[in-house]
């Protein structure tokens, strides 16, 4: 027996009372009146922004507007044509080191707390954490209230990983001093699109 059965044995020899797990059936998520705009004031709490995609609008233009600095842009989209890398034709993930700008594909967005769920759809994930800004395309449609929501609707591909994305990377925990970009993109733009 290993050490950590030997542990769980005793835990479980003096547990005094047991209890059956709950009914989760009848436990109800929040919702809101707008969960469109409950989710653009919370990606702007969390330190993101959210720009809407008008009809009139290139996505490029846009993209390029946002951010009119960058000089690498990795998407492997087929409507990103200002990419100059693509996380699918790439040798390895270290090639995305030094990407301005990572533009991505989210399924749906929660209103509770800003999250998209991203699976991965590229082959190198990287561009999600690498990329020093990232971008998060949304059908403004495809926003739920809450997380009891969002887990009903999680799917995986062929690639088997997916992540919840809510705003930049930040930290606190040196020092109390809030630190963007310690883990991942230093900023988050969601654009809706229609």
């Known amino acids: 027996m290993s050490t950590k059965e030997e542990i769980l044995s005793k835990y479980r020899k003096n547990i005094q009372q047991r209890f059956d797990m709950p009914d989760l059936t009848d436990i109800k998520g929040i919702t ?7 989710f ?8 993101g922004k ?3 995609l008008k009809p009139e609008e290139d996505l ?3 993209i390029k507007k946002l951010y009119p600095d960058a000089k690498e842009i990795a998407s492997n ?4 044509t200002i990419a100059t ?10 090639a995305l080191n030094g990407t301005d700008v990572g533009v991505i594909r989210g399924m749906f967005g929660v209103a509770e707390n800003a999250c998209v769920w991203i699976p991965q759809q590229m082959e190198e994930k990287a561009v999600c954490f690498i990329s020093e800004n990232l971008v998060i395309l949304l059908k403004k449609s495809e926003i739920v209230n809450n997380m009891h929501d969002a887990y009903k609707r999680i799917e995986f591909n062929d690639y088997g990983y997916g992540t919840f994305i ?4 930040k930290t ?7 630190v963007m970009g310690a883990q991942a993109a230093r900023s988050a733009t969601v654009v809706l699109m229609p």
């Open 32 to 38: 809101y009146p707008d969960p469109l705009a409950q």
């Open 40 to 47: 653009v004031s919370m990606t702007q709490s969390v330190g």
């Open 50 to 52: 959210v720009v809407e």
């Open 60 to 62: 490029n233009e846009l």
């Open 77 to 80: 989209l087929p409507e990103i």
């Open 85 to 94: 890398r693509n996380p699918d034709t790439i040798g390895s993930p270290q």
């Open 166 to 169: 809510s705003g930049p990377s």
């Open 172 to 178: 606190a925990d040196i020092a109390q001093v809030l």
